[in-house]
């Protein structure tokens, strides 16, 4: 194999590369935004519900406080269990660990965002005021659900 014939297989590489990354990346992103969307739906449930759900978080709005970013970390997982299996089942396999990998990067988002709007909501730079800290404060306990982005 010659040099020039070996040079338009890795453009062509090259360029199905760039292809996978942006399609990898959308994948990603598109996870990010449903489980935010999830979040959102999840956190209104618990607002409404009268079950353990709602007394677990009618609980968190008494003391004002986040459990750590571990905790919180780990009640978005299994909050989010659920719906993870219901998207494993509906999608394709190739889709579906770039989401899975999109919701995960939004659990763990989550989890910090939320410690830090109760442990010093100032330092929430990426949001002109911090949505989850606004809710708590002013005892927002019919809207203002979300997290990073107040669906």
């Known amino acids: 194999v010659t040099k020039s014939e070996h040079q338009p297989k890795c453009k062509a590489m090259m360029l199905l590369d760039a ?5 990898i990346t959308s994948e990603a992103a598109a996870g990010f935004v449903v489980a935010s969307f999830f979040e959102y739906a999840i956190h209104r449930y618990m607002h409404w519900s009268t079950g353990l759900f709602g007394q677990r978080h009618r609980a968190h709005h ?3 406080e986040g459990q750590g970013m571990l905790w919180e970390f780990r009640d978005y997982v299994l909050g989010m269990l659920a719906f993870d299996v219901i ?3 509906l999608l394709p396999s190739s889709v579906f660990l770039p989401f899975a990998i999109g919701v995960l ?5 989550s989890a910090y965002a939320h410690q830090l709007q109760h442990d010093n909501p100032c330092r929430c730079d990426w949001m002109k005021q911090p949505v989850h800290y606004v809710h708590h404060k002013g005892h927002m306990w019919y ?6 982005v107040d669906w």
């Open 19 to 23: 292809f996978s990354l942006t399609q």
């Open 62 to 64: 008494q003391r004002g």
């Open 87 to 89: 998207f494993y089942l």
């Open 105 to 109: 990067i939004f659990e763990l988002f």
């Open 143 to 148: 809207h203002n659900f979300g997290m990073a």
